[in-house]
């Protein structure tokens, strides 16, 4: 972690004293901590589009996928990558719709829709064998996954997760009283800030030069972000899927989640039977941001203790 700091430290004295731009500052930041974590940019293009993604070299009959949540991309994994260590084989997805994978209106977004998309992806990868790792949106895609593909599941780590509703979060009641979400049209640093301090308790640093050209990206990704939203949220409701889970499980979650209640937590760790459940006292929505070595531990943990 000090080698990477020292990267962003250069790197921000570069672009202070020779001029760079915010982009080459971000893209730069990014690729330090890919190398950090061993992961290498790569696509593929299926019948439905192209997907972006990062994998490592490590050789291992199992691979751990990591699947990030509405909006969100697969660098957010990067330092949980980092934490989680050099003996597994890691592959982490752009989704489609978010990142730099295939993003068009046309596509079906539902969370069936994306389970037989990532299906198609692994099947393309000849990946057979995976744990798989899913926060938020990516939590309902790696339980759904899980409930139709076990045989090819050894674990389920969901972080997060969306699927099942026990009692309504902060972000449900504004969206409820107020008839806006707030995590759309978000245009301006203010309104970055907002969602970013909705969306954790702890979120990370961002350089006040990298924070304008993240807006400038988040703007320009509001009209497919609803279209997005509009379609996940038509079968999130997981709650059969879950209760039929016998694939080992671990549910991770912050207390302090204000996107999905951490009570949720609790149903999902009742509904599947034999699951394990860790809380974090001062994490919100995104641990594996908040706090990447500690997500990354519990994660190790129990993927080593599955045969």
Known sequence: MLKLVLKIFFISFVVNFAGCSAQMMYTSTIESERDEAYLEKKSIKLD????????????????????????????????????????NHIIVVDLPGHGKSVSSKNLNY??????????LFLAAKKINKIHIVGNSMGGAIALKYTGQYANKVKSLILVDALGMIKTKSEFA???ERTGVNPFFDICTEVAYEKFMNFSMQKPPYIPGMIMGYLVDEKCARADIEKVIFNDMIKDSNLGAVAKNIKTPTLIIWGKKDRVLHIDNAQLFHTTIKGSQLVIFEELGHVPLLEDPAKTAFFTKKFIKNIH
């Open 173 to 175: 009641e504004e969206f």
């Open 110 to 119: 539902s969370i069936s829709n994306q389970v037989e998309m990532l299906e």
């Open 48 to 87: 439905f589009g192209e997907i972006i993604y990062l994998e490592n070299n490590i050789k291992n009959d199992d691979t751990v996928v990591l699947l990030h949540g509405f909006g969100g991309n697969k660098d957010i994994w990067n330092r949980f990558s980092a934490a989680l260590g050099e003996d």
